[in-house]
């Protein structure tokens, strides 16, 4: 709670209205976070939920609940906040429900951005320990789908296994839409698996992950589907190099755009850059995508540009896609340590 | 277009920025909406999304792509709205992003609400065929996981078999998380499915649904194991009496709130309408909830209180919830017909 009580003060907030769901559920311990909303403020945290979750809530929360929806959530909020300096989301608070807050009367409003992110960014103890259980449930559930790959199995099947595999072994959800994207489908980065048959001779993109107690895990892997092209073999060797190369880079104090950099530096001197057309990596917790952003220094958004801490957990996910031919991503879940990285993912490679 | 033309003109708008999920996805066809947004402006409509998409957008859409981002997609519709009055969707809309379309310049910007979601209130024959066939997979998958429902079983299994059911006969995914709530757990009205294991004697809600090319379906069935209370028998009584009650209400000229009261009364008369803790129902199709609401008159928002009319989609969904004792809900999913309506669900009922 000082943690927190030190973020209020530090930004001028006497309070923190907070919307975005993965804010909610670390705040409060809330498992639909959609449907809560929490009020942060220097004496405590409440969580506000409606009558469909009085059980559920007082089962799971580790802080007070008031039971309430739309209006009377303002009215009940107004007697904590009147006078006082209310943060808000501005990246989860719809321009409408910002009207509601009006309703606070003398409160004074205050757009932030990032503030209970930046206490996420570094994991406790706790939260990798989650992190490396959703990790161990994918990891079995690839060895589990992986005799099925072959010839005339559709990519949803596979798909549809992966999560069979992974709901039926603890994981609360899949973390996302699983990807299983064959042939010149791999050439899409987002390939949520298809109808499409596999063939002899495809690649087959598996991006895939389980949700434990909130928490998400992130990995992706190729296997070619028996003899590849020469064309394919090389582009999936240049990513496993990419990869390799950006995760001996991984430690505290490496910049962000740095790690990007030695990936796309060495595919760049093979010619193929252009190919690799979205961004290193991503943190990954109680959302799927979080800070920090393992990307391409851009001089619009300098403060995405920051040096890496140990406790982070971040994805390294290289990747080429050209049209017509096919692609390949490769991504490993890692833990920044006090020395370097520790790799969470260990589902196993193709041998290309 | 003819349509969407006039509802810019009636609004007064020349171009309507588009980033609610369901409305992109209508607009445009493409099925991950939550990663494009549209520009409907008089000449036309046009989705935005990034390079991730670019082969699945030219598969999918029926209408022109712009691929680009963020500051890159302010940049582009800059030239084409310059000047112009531009609405956007402000209960979709976050207010960070609201920020950004200054970036418009010249144009005028206009909150807005519902203005889409007025056209999807009544479904075409070829939306009402697809809401079919997501309930007809639903309806078979409650016929495939009934026989497995017994003393000894966790309700998270049953949901996962629900689910698989569906995915694996059509269905893009489930509608919601499945709620299969057992015993004590009934009594939460959003019980998504958890590790407990069913007991004898427990009554057992399952709330579920498919997703079909986009659309939804949406059923409530609860069953007994073993021999139940007679209080709980009770309950489930009066609930389905309610359910009965209220769909011999519904046809085109019935206020939403009428058919809601038909319900609430007759609940109200058995000494229960304080355990029918929310509202009777809402429109279902491109969102699982969307337009109209069914709910008690609301003398704070007479906007929800309006007439049925053929060609909408809606659920009738009476429930009952007593902590420590437990709960029932039961819900059909109806087409609004020129004479009355059509049940559109049939899985089957307990005999209680
Ligand atoms: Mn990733
Ligand atoms: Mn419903």
Not at 211 to 217: I, T
């Amino acid at each position: 709670m000082q943690q927190l009580t030190d973020l209020l003060t530090s930004h001028g907030l006497d309070a923190l209205w907070v919307s975005k769901p993965e804010n909610v559920r670390y705040l409060s311990g809330f498992s639909t976070p959609k449907d809560g909303l929490v009020l942060l403020h220097k004496d405590g945290v409440l969580l506000y939920t409606d009558a469909r979750y009085t059980v559920q809530a007082e089962e799971e929360c580790f802080v007070p609940q008031h039971i309430a929806r739309d209006i009377d959530v303002i009215r009940h909020a107004r007697t904590l906040l009147e006078g006082k300096v209310v943060g808000f989301e501005a990246d989860a608070l719809m321009v409408n429900k910002l009207r509601q807050l009006d309703g606070l009367h003398a409160a004074q409003l205050v757009p932030t951005e990032g503030l209970l992110e930046g206490i996420r960014l570094i994991k406790t103890p706790e939260e990798v320990q989650k992190i490396r259980e959703a990790q161990r449930i994918a990891d079995e559930a690839m060895r589990h789908v992986l005799p099925m790959l072959k010839a005339g199995v559709r990519e949803v099947d596979l798909a549809l296994q992966m999560e069979l595999y992974m709901r039926s072994h603890g994981a609360e959800d899949r973390a996302f839409d699983i990807t299983v994207a064959s042939g010149y489908r791999s050439a899409m980065p987002h390939g949520t698996a298809s109808e499409k048959v596999i063939q002899e001779g495809e690649l087959v993109t598996f991006d895939w992950g389980a949700r434990y107690q909130g928490y998400h895990s992130d990995t992706t892997r190729a296997f070619p589907v028996g003899e590849i092209s020469e064309e394919l073999k090389n582009l999936y060797r240049h990513t496993h190099q990419a990869l390799q190369l950006a995760l001996q880079a991984v430690r505290p104090g490496a910049m962000t755009s740095d790690i990007d950099q030695v990936a796309r530096g060495y595919l760049a001197e093979q010619g193929l850059a252009e190919h690799f057309v979205h961004s290193l990596g991503h943190g990954v917790g109680l959302a799927i995508h979080e800070d920090p952003r393992l990307a391409k220094f851009s001089p619009e958004r300098p403060q995405f540009n920051v040096p890496l801490q140990a406790g982070m957990v971040v994805t390294i996910e290289p990747g080429l896609y050209i049209s017509g031919v096919g692609g390949v991503r490769l991504e490993e879940l890692v833990l920044v340590t006090e020395t370097g990285c520790e790799v969470l993912s260990h589902a196993p490679f193709a041998e290309v």
